[in-house]
């Protein structure tokens, strides 16, 4: 058996923080998407209703990576109930020329919840407007946190609106936020509070119903939409998105199953798909993103395992050059 590295939860925090190293890391995943001959097949999704339980494993090879990761990420929504984490998982890092396994990273979701917020910030930069400063963040949990940490990488905000279902989680992660930064933080009693006046609105929240509607929409305004991962998942509304100027996914063969997109097709309101774009085609100059401050743009995040690819190659090869796991086998 070949030498292993094992990386635990706190290896993996100790080499991976949500900083612009790990940003452009996934930058390049979108840009090798656009550009490259990356093999990327369907997300599998195991479903486990009676404990409100549902499995993904996504993978991908990047050409240029010397290894892939197979990643199995479950999400348990009852958890809390029994003082466990709803969200949990570990990646596999194997050769791309061997096949055999050079590392199990045994993150507990964390590798995830870093690229799914650094995606945010890829979203961001390429189509939100440059002095974007006032943020909407509907949901509070920890994606919530993480989404404007990446945020402020690239934007220079500097106020933020919050709202979720609970509002005693809206008021815990304001406090949070408050005592960490100098941000004008506000907690919302409703979506139209949290929208009024922003530049940037991130929505990721696990909801079946829509939470953003037309009368949500201003000039000028992007969305970044992260939560609807899941065929019964929706945050915007079909007529919403059928609205906006520029419609962005980050592969549009799971938008259309999984994602915003999947529901504004199953109501029938797009008319012209030829102007749907995926995020990698904008970064590699391929398609438009933004062209003026007035545009409307929202970015449909479903997950890809091009960016799980990337931030297992990233934290390998950290914690190698850190001295960090523990080796078996071999």
């Known amino acids: ?3 292993v590295l094992l990386l635990s939860e706190a290896d993996l925090r100790a080499c991976i923080a949500l900083d612009l190293p790990s940003v452009e890391a996934i930058e390049q995943a979108f840009y090798l998407l656009a550009t490259a001959a990356v093999a990327m097949p369907p997300i599998l999704r195991l479903d486990i209703p009676e404990h409100r339980g549902e499995v993904d494993v996504k993978t991908a090879h990047l050409p240029g990576l010397e290894r892939f990761a197979i990643k199995v990420s479950p999400g348990f929504f009852d958890n809390p109930k029994l003082g466990l984490p709803s969200l949990n998982g570990m990646m596999m890092l194997l050769s791309s020329r061997t096949g055999l396994l050079d590392a199990l990273l045994l993150d507990n979701g964390y590798l995830t919840a870093i690229r799914t917020a650094a ?3 890829v979203a961001a930069r390429w189509l939100s407007r440059e002095n974007s400063h006032r943020v909407a963040l509907i949901g509070a949990g920890e994606q919530a946190a993480l989404q404007l940490q990446a945020l402020r990488l690239v934007r220079p905000v500097d106020e933020v609106r919050i709202w979720a279902r609970d509002i005693g989680k809206a008021e815990a992660l304001a406090a949070q936020l408050q005592y960490a930064s100098e941000l ?6 409703s979506v139209d509070e949290a929208m009024t006046g922003a530049d940037i609105a991130v929505t990721c929240t696990p909801s079946r119903d829509p939470l953003i509607a037309d009368h ?3 000039p000028g305004l992007h969305i970044t939409a992260m939560g609807s991962d899941a065929e019964h998942k929706n945050e915007i509304a079909a007529s919403a998105l059928a609205k906006v100027d520029r419609y962005v996914a980050d592969r549009l063969s799971q938008t259309r199953v999984l994602g915003e997109l999947h529901h504004a097709l199953t109501a029938g309101v797009l008319r012209d798909e030829s102007a749907l774009t995926e995020l990698g085609q904008i970064v590699a ?3 438009p993103g933004r062209s003026d401050d007035h545009q409307i743009t929202l970015c449909d995040l479903t997950g890809t395992g091009a960016q799980d690819t990337a ?9 190698r050059a850190a001295g960090r796991g523990l080796h078996f086998g071999g």
């Not at 931030?311 to 914690?319: D, E, V």
């Open 216 to 218: 949500h929409l201003s």
């Open 184 to 189: 004008n933080i506000r907690v919302c009693a």
């Open 1 to 3: 058996m070949a030498d």
């Open 119 to 121: 995606a945010g910030a």
């Open 311 to 319: 931030i297992a190659n990233l934290a390998f090869a950290r914690a």
């Open 285 to 287: 100059g391929q398609r």
